[in-house]
């Protein structure tokens, strides 16, 4: 079983920053595909992050790409979500997940295992 606790998140302004951070319980975290989603009020869960455990390779979708940087340190259990120049439309509660596999996966389906989410808000 691994449990995943996000912290990080709040009120800021457009244009401001935010760091998420995500610590997991696992003693094989070095070998889960780390990511983040994120819920708006009244929408589906949205993919924002995900990065793998070999070659640290990652994935963002087009709405957060050059803005959001996910990184891991494998000594500390614990992923971040740097998040730069945020905008209203990025307030959400986001959600740590974790997947056991290989491949990183875009969809909410695809990931075992999830936080209970912090709320960020960005303020226009």
């Known amino acids: 079983q691994v449990q995943l606790v996000e912290s990080g998140g709040g009120l800021v302004q457009a244009g401001d920053s935010l760091r998420l951070s995500c610590t997991t319980s696992g003693r094989t975290f070095s070998r889960y595909v780390m990511g983040w989603f994120r819920q708006a009020s009244g929408k589906e869960r949205e993919f924002v992050a995900a990065?793998?455990?070999?070659?640290?390779?990652?994935d963002y979708p087009d709405s957060v790409k050059g803005r959001f940087t996910i990184s891991r340190d494998n000594v500390k259990n614990t992923v971040y979500l740097q998040m730069n120049s945020l905008k209203p439309e990025d307030t959400a509660v986001y959600y740590c997940?974790?997947?056991?596999?290989?491949?990183?996966?875009?969809?909410?389906?695809?990931?075992?295992?999830w936080g209970q989410g912090t709320q960020v808000t960005v303020s226009s």
């Open positions: 990065i793998s455990w070999i070659g640290g390779k990652a």
């Open positions: 997940v974790a997947d056991s596999g290989i491949v990183v996966h875009t969809t909410p389906a695809d990931y075992d295992y």
